[in-house]
T-cell receptor, first 113, second 110 residues
Framework: NAGVTQTPKFQVLKTGQSMTLQCAQD?????MYWYRQDPGMGLRLIYY???????DKGEVPNGYNVSRLNKREFSLRLESAAPSQTSVYFC????????????FGPGTRLTVT | GQSLEQPSEVTAVEGAIVQINCTYQTSGFYGLSWYQQHDGGAPTFLSY????GLEETGRFSSFLSRSDSYGYLLLQELQMKDSASYFCAVLSGGYNKLIFGAGTRLAVHP
């Protein structure tokens, strides 16, 4: 089992460019999450999907969109990147919604210049 | 609002015991989780307390006092590989998702 995988691992964008971060899990989990992590701060929830076919906003959703493509895959899209979106992005999954135990992917390090 | 406070840094020597504290303020409370994250790595789940008291898992233990809105992670027989950041996270009834603290960076020295 690969667990939670994310692509790409690193990305540099210019202001205004768009991109999609991909996430997949092979643990048959129902819920998936996107977080961002900035220096000196904890993980902040951007969007989540409690189950296939549903998505909802987290703490910091502005500037992002998501798609739960199927039970395995959950993508995060930046339509018009801004320097404030420079961060490390983590995808996570859990067997059920509102779980205290989440499994994280390796992260995508994004720089917006 | 919801907030968690934990020390930003802790240092200790190999073989010692260290305690990382976490105080929280939430609207509704289900439980307190702890995660470990090595530099450049992904967070990994360590423990969860829903009820008051101590939960032990090998060298790591976690404690919760709901009346004091306080918990801690206790690491015993410290090893160099324990150098990492440790995050407390609350499962809040009001928000229904994990809210993470800013993390405590633990440095273990020989």
């Amino acid at each position: 089992n690969a667990g939670v995988t994310q692509t790409p691992k690193f990305q540099v964008l210019k202001t205004g460019q768009s991109m999609t971060l991909q996430c997949a899990q092979d643990m048959n989990h129902n819920s998936m999450y996107w977080y961002r992590q900035d220096p000196g701060m904890g993980l902040r929830l951007i969007y989540y999907s409690a189950s296939e076919g549903t998505t909802d906003k987290g703490e910091v959703p502005n500037g992002y969109n998501v798609s739960r493509l199927n039970k395995r895959e959950f993508s995060l899209r930046l339509e018009s990147a801004a320097p404030s979106q420079t961060s490390v992005y983590f995808c996570a999954s859990s067997f059920r919604d509102s779980s205290y135990e989440q499994y994280f992917g390796p992260g995508t390090r994004l720089t917006v210049t | 609002g919801q907030s968690l406070e934990q020390p930003s840094e802790v240092t200790a020597v190999e073989g010692a015991i260290v305690q990382i504290n976490c105080t929280y303020q939430t609207s509704g409370f289900y439980g307190l989780s702890w995660y470990q994250q090595h530099d450049g790595g992904a967070p990994t789940f360590l423990s969860y307390n829903a009820l008051d008291g101590l939960e032990e898992t090998g060298r790591f233990s976690s404690f919760l006092s709901r009346s004091d809105s306080y918990g801690y992670l206790l690491l015993q027989e410290l090893q160099m590989k324990d150098s990492a950041s440790y995050f407390c996270a609350v499962l809040s009834g009001g928000y229904n998702k994990l809210i993470f603290g800013a993390g405590t960076r633990l440095a273990v020295h020989p």
